[in-house]
């Protein structure tokens, strides 16, 4: 599976942004899939991840109820709705895919990784 992440720009804070995340290659809908982000000189920390149905999801305590994560199998594309965006959001933001049906945090747990989309927001 390759994986493509795009949507990232520059916004002020209080704005939103869309991310997606295109898969190439076979289908999707046996992953589970997850965003990950990740600053200059710090660990890659766990966003939001979400089942291979769609069923499940969980968030960051950082941004839930500012973020969405849905996914569109059909299409092999998983999005992520970011409102509300803080300053601290501003880094670059990873999707990953697991070989499991099971969404976790961890970023050792899954298998796949696209290239990061930069997200940037100004106060």
């Known amino acids: 599976v390759q994986l493509q992440a795009s949507g990232g720009g520059s916004v002020q804070a209080g704005g939103s942004l869309s991310l997606s995340c295109a898969a190439s290659?076979?289908?999707?809908?046996?992953?589970?899939m997850g965003w990950f982000r990740q600053v200059p000189g710090k660990e890659r920390e766990f966003v939001v991840a979400?089942?291979?149905?769609?069923?499940?999801?969980y968030y960051a305590d950082s941004v839930k109820g500012r973020f969405t994560v849905s996914r569109d199998n059909a299409k092999k594309t998983v999005y992520l709705q970011m409102n509300s965006l803080k300053p601290e959001d501003t880094a670059v933001y990873y999707c990953?895919?697991?070989?499991?049906?099971?969404?976790?945090?961890?970023?050792?747990?899954?298998?796949?990784w696209g290239h990061g989309t930069l997200v940037t927001v100004s106060s």
């Open positions: 990953a895919a697991r070989e499991s049906l099971i969404p976790t945090d961890s970023t050792s747990d899954y298998d796949y």
């Open positions: 290659g076979r289908t999707i809908r046996n992953y589970a």
């Open positions: 979400i089942s291979g149905s769609g069923d499940r999801s």
